[in-house]
């Protein structure tokens, strides 16, 4: 089984956190790269902790394993 990445689904997570930000707070422009940037932190986060809760397979190089 190969390792799965998880870039595309830092990225679907991050934007779904923005657009749900950006449209209630009214945030001008200047501080939206302060927002996505902890947009992104968030959804890191978020995966992270998915990784870290995936059941363990025996000789699957997920979760470190070999």
Not at 6 to 25: C, E, K
Not at 29 to 47: E, G, M, S
């Amino acid at each position: 089984m190969a390792q799965r990445d998880y870039d595309s689904t830092v990225a679907r997570i991050a934007g779904n956190i923005m657009g749900g930000s950006l449209g209630r707070t009214g945030m001008d422009l200047k501080d939206v790269d302060l927002a996505v940037q902890w947009a992104v932190k968030l959804a890191r986060a978020i995966v992270a902790e998915t990784k870290r809760t995936e059941p363990k397979v025996e000789g699957s190089p997920v979760n470190g394993a070999t």
